[in-house]
């Protein structure tokens, strides 16, 4: 070819390029607008915005337009403009896999490990077992393509339960037994799938189909993935700071100025932030984009890159992704999308009436597998009314895997199997979640509302201290002369003992605030000196003794010698109410504050606390 030639084809794909683009902005446009104004009307009848965000977004996607004749079904234009835009959702698909990873963090792991495991192993057991034998019963489908559709059944749909849990602000128990329950069940499909697939391939291909050829294959290409996820997470401590450090002070900080040239440059603060955001978007962008590239569980890359940040980095990260003016263009555009792709096959009766089953036994499996796990697992009735509707939605990983089956094994009846069911659970299971995390909501507020006027019970309230004090947590002799040398004090120690980053400026600043808005004394040589702070993954409690005591103000203007300091996370508003309940109730019983007053040790002061603990009927008598 010669250059002239080359030259008029380059000119020729850069005009029919160009023409793609304004049909690109319109599709966006109208499908985005859709989905807005869904969400909108959806939220006046009291419903999820996310349902109606879904339903206009498929209102205004291909298929609906192409059926009710708006847009020929010969003209693609439209089609091709909305799926260059696919990848957002594998994006924004890959960065909730990665927000997963923040409830993977060990001290969240201690607190619902088992249960959560028990949850996830029973729920799956029930639900991969009812879609494979009604499949088997119902279908002339090979064995293997059966436990191929069973394993998709098994996943959920993380987007949708985290997108709303953070609307919803709801954190906490329900927000971790949800996220571990939510990885695993996750985990346990894709790898289920990828080895289904890689049987359902050495079978088309007459392969050998012993065991070592195909763990092989799987065990190598989750490896790689957990291999690309260690680079991620590289990329990201290297490029956010864990420390605090003010701007001004960057020049005088000896560490930092030893540190290499593109930390310097580059290193944004452990604080939320749009520059975190976008150094977190594109370092999980570059390496799910790698894995999938190389056709590896990408969503494994993005899980154990989360993973690491929550054990080993800062928790602003996570943070940085639900900054509230841009975490609803991310859903919206999400939703939006996902709503355009669906697609439903009604002219084939066998493959609808095998949906059909799917969805009916994947529902049932879902709702009764999870109570049954929760019951099991001794969950409380809060948890045992929220979570199985956690576990319904289904969209993304199952559509990514449901694609890629039909387009590997050259089946699209397959794709037509599942797809009915995403489009079902992404409309029935949403509106199951936001009446479920309602009726917990509800719970929650029936709960405060029975601390605020009873009290809990003071053995009770004393257990809830207990879960944040331990000897180390005490100071006996604090020196501070004024209220604001002992909360510095005091937050000095906190973040002594705490395994999370505390910003020791922020958070000294944020319970002076408070106390000069309302001093903490409560009484009875009290005070409960208390904050929120955003990036802390669990409450922090310090419990000091001061000899001479210190006004704080309040209630009276006597010397307090009890100073509990409480700090709790920004994103979980009962936890705290909770917790400066229970103080106040502890407190206010005179046998504990003599008990407090006099211990000796460390060890006896926390032991004053445990016997109450342990008492059925408490420490009678205020």
């Known amino acids: 070819m010669g250059f002239f030639a080359a030259a008029e084809l380059a000119k020729q794909v850069a005009v029919h390029d160009a023409a793609k ?6 599709a966006l ?3 985005v607008l859709g989905a807005y104004i869904g969400g909108r009307i959806t939220k006046r009848l009291r419903m999820s915005d996310v349902t109606g965000q879904m339903l206009g977004g498929a209102l205004m996607g291909p298929y609906a337009l192409h059926t009710l004749g708006i847009i020929t079904l010969a003209d693609h234009r439209y089609d091709d403009a909305l799926y260059a835009f696919n990848f957002f959702v594998f994006v924004f698909l890959c960065l909730i896999a990665f927000g ?3 409830e993977l963090h060990v001290s969240r792991l201690r607190k619902v490990g088992w249960a959560a495991v028990i949850i996830s192993f029973v729920h799956c057991v029930i639900t991969f077992s009812l879609i494979a034998v009604s499949l088997y019963i119902f279908s002339d489908l090979s064995t293997l393509k059966i436990l191929l559709l069973s394993s998709i059944g098994i996943t959920s749909a993380p987007a949708i339960s985290f997108v709303m849990l953070n609307q919803m602000r709801i954190e906490g128990h329900l927000r971790h037994i949800t996220g571990g329950v939510l990885v695993l069940t996750d985990l346990l499909g894709v790898l289920l799938f990828s080895l289904f697939m890689q049987l359902c391939q050495s079978e088309s291909k007459g392969l050998d189909m012993s065991a070592a050829s195909i763990l092989g294959p799987v065990v190598y290409e989750v490896g790689l993935a957990t291999a690309i996820g260690v680079g991620v997470y590289i990329v990201l401590r290297i490029l956010v700071r864990r420390e605090a450090a003010v701007y001004d002070e960057l020049s005088e900080n000896k560490n930092f100025k030893d540190q290499p040239l593109l930390v310097r440059l580059f290193s944004a603060h452990p604080s939320p932030s749009v520059e975190i955001l976008m150094i977190t978007i594109a370092a999980i962008s570059i390496g799910t984009g790698i894995a999938y590239w190389c056709h590896l569980p990408f969503l494994v890359t993005a899980v154990v890159a989360g993973f690491l940040v929550a054990n080993r980095h800062s928790f602003a990260i996570f943070d940085s992704l639900k900054i509230d003016n841009i975490a609803p263009i991310f859903n919206l555009l999400f939703f939006a999308l996902v709503g355009a792709s669906m697609t439903i096959h009604f002219d084939n009766s066998k493959v609808m009436t095998l949906a059909g089953i799917y969805i009916l036994m994947r529902t049932v ?14 969950e409380d009735r809060k948890v045992v009314t929220a979570l199985p509707s956690q576990l319904l939605p289904q969209t993304g990983v199952a559509a990514v895997e449901a694609v890629y089956m039909g387009q590997v094994l050259n089946n699209p009846e397959l794709s037509g199997v599942i797809l009915p069911g995403i489009v079902f659970f992404g409309v029935f299971g949403v509106i199951k979640v936001e009446r479920a995390l309602r009726k917990y909501l509800k719970l929650e507020e029936e709960e405060v509302d029975d601390v605020r006027e009873k009290g809990s019970p003071l053995s009770e309230a004393a257990r809830r201290l207990l879960a ?5 947590s005490v100071i006996l002799d604090l020196k501070g002369t004024t209220k604001f040398e002992v909360i510095e004090e005091m937050i000095d ?21 408070r106390e000069r808005l309302a001093p903490t004394g409560v009484g009875h040589g009290i005070a409960l000196p208390h904050c929120r702070l955003i990036g802390l993954d669990e409450p922090v409690l310090i419990l000091g003794r001061h000899e001479k005591g210190v006004v704080f103000g309040g209630i009276d203007e006597e010397p307090c010698s009890l100073i509990l300091l409480i700090i709790t996370s920004g994103r979980n508003p009962s936890e705290h109410l909770h917790i400066m309940a229970s103080a106040a109730h502890v407190f206010n019983n005179p046998v504990i504050r003599h008990n407090l007053k006099s211990a000796a040790t460390s060890e006896l002061l926390m032991l004053s ?11 009678g008598g205020l």
């Open 365 to 378: 499996g879902k709702i009764a597998g999870t109570w049954i796990g929760c019951k099991v697992a001794g």
């Open 609 to 619: 606390i445990i016997e109450i603990a342990e008492q059925k009927g408490g420490v």
């Open 100 to 102: 997963i990873g923040e």
């Open 29 to 31: 446009g109208l499908v």
């Open 21 to 26: 683009v304004p049909v690109q902005m319109i």
């Open 468 to 472: 944040y004090l331990s000897p180390e």
């Open 493 to 513: 120690k906190a973040r002594a003992v705490s395994p999370h980053h505390i910003d020791r400026e922020q958070a000294i600043q944020v319970v002076n605030e």
